[in-house]
């Protein structure tokens, strides 16, 4: 790929804490780094593994081995799982930085005697520290934010999905970049539907929001099918029903249609959904890049190790 091409990613590996990307340049640097990266693939030989992440890391675990027999867990009940499930042969410890909740993971697993593949994004992390060589796997990914976690988690499901990131990019560069965002502005509260096939989307799209928004924009996220469920009966004043991926004639007074290519894959509707989000971003007061540096600061001493609001 041409130096020319790469200015989202060249924009990712040098902004500092007075210009911070949009999540919108976060995606397609993380395109345009994939599609010089080698992505690893996983084969993990387990015949029902217990898959455990936090946060997206947990959402981005259901959707990789949402083929396999495979038991979920997270931060809070992984212990319980693994005591009471007898059947588990083997445990997926899924944690892009390795910090935070991975290493007390990583430590519990040890301690049970169970086979162990960690996928992460930092091998040099405090979780990797305590494994061998041969039990970690290692992601690409670009410089970004804490919390954005585009490229981290975009590179495994990209492992899993085996879709082009070039297709990707160039769907939307030229589809999703030529639709007119500027009415987002008009719109007081959000209501994003998915096609059913993408429902695992959801978990990674409800954190992302209240990662980037809090509770400052008001917000629904549902798939076609769970919408019928009495979820629109108390109208939103100023409510945008943003479709990915569907049509939709039925739901809500404004409406934003925006378009898939045939035979799309999770890697491409994360890659869409979270430019929209970043148009989102743009809409509004920049809460996330006034708060990251305090909040990390605070959160740090929470977890008792450093976590910088930039991560390398």
Not at 95 to 110: D, R, T, W
Request: aromatic fraction near 12%; glycine fraction near 4%; hydrophobic fraction near 35%.
């Amino acid at each position: 790929m041409k130096k020319e091409a790469l200015k989202n990613y060249d924009l990712m590996e040098n902004f500092t804490l007075n210009n911070i990307p949009d999540l919108d340049t976060c995606v397609l640097g993380s395109l345009e780094l994939f599609m010089q990266a080698k992505i690893p693939s996983i084969n993990a030989k387990f015949k029902r593994p217990l898959v455990i992440g936090s946060g997206n890391a947990e959402a981005t675990g259901k959707i990789i081995f949402k083929d396999s027999d495979a038991v979920f867990a997270n931060e809070n009940n992984y212990k319980q799982k693994l005591k009471q499930i007898k059947n588990i042969d083997g445990v997926i410890v899924i944690s892009a930085s390795g910090g935070k909740h991975a290493p007390l993971i990583v430590k519990e697993v040890k301690s049970k005697k169970k086979k162990i593949l960690f996928l992460t994004n930092n091998s040099n992390s405090q979780a990797a520290k305590l494994l061998s060589q041969k039990e970690i796997l290692t992601f690409p990914k670009q410089r970004e934010p804490y919390t954005y976690n585009t490229s981290t988690y975009m590179s495994m499901i990209l492992s899993k999905t085996k879709e082009s990131p070039s297709s990707i990019y160039n769907f939307i560069n030229s589809k999703i970049k030529k639709i007119n965002f500027n009415s987002l502005k008009k719109y007081y509260t959000f209501y994003i539907i998915l096609p059913p096939e993408f429902e695992l989307m959801r978990d990674m799209l409800d954190k992302k929001f209240v990662e980037m928004f809090g509770r400052r924009i008001p917000y629904s996220i549902y798939s076609t099918e769970y919408i019928k469920h009495a979820t629109t009966i108390v109208p939103s004043p100023k409510e945008l029903f943003i479709s990915i991926g569907y049509n939709n004639k039925i739901w809500g007074k404004n409406r934003l249609n925006i378009p898939l290519p045939p035979k799309a894959d999770y890697a491409m509707f994360m890659a869409v959904s979270y430019y929209i989000m970043g148009q989102i971003q743009k809409s509004r007061h920049q809460w996330f890049k006034s708060y990251l540096l305090g909040y990390t600061k605070k959160i740090s001493k929470i977890f008792k190790h450093e976590i910088k609001p930039i991560v390398e």
